[in-house]
């Protein structure tokens, strides 16, 4: 059976009023929309998967993310702790942190090693969301 790291992100009743017209009028566009913002990277190997939807994700990956092989495995293992920890110590206080942001634990455990392209899609996802949604899970973040 898969074990499954997710980090599912949904801007709530923002989206939901906003695509409610559209999804009268066009079913088909709105479907092909959230495919398109939904990234997944899989290790077959390890039997861990990563699934990350939200909207503009995708084309920030593909357009400001620093390239595959920049970081040591290494250095996102030790960066992907720290903010999965933060992440999931802000989930568990929603009435201190947005709930809409911080809707699901992660299970990121640092004695499982994941490899690289789940630890680079961990750790561009995690510097998206604190650049894009002006929230800071730990230390410097850089601004791309």
Known sequence: MKKCIS????????????????????????????????VRIANDSLEYEVIIIDNGFSTWLASRAFARNYYSLAYLENKNYLYVTEWNNRVLQPLRYNSNLYEMTIDYR???????????LIYNYMIYFQNTYKQK?????PSR
């Open 137 to 141: 899970l730990w230390g410097n973040v």
């Open 110 to 120: 640092p004695d499982i090693h994941y490899g690289y392209e789940v630890n680079y």
């Open 7 to 38: 980090i599912l992100i949904i801007l709530g009743a923002i989206i939901a009023c906003s695509t409610a017209s559209q999804n009268i009028a066009s079913n088909d566009s709105a479907s092909n929309k959230q495919e398109s913002d939904t």
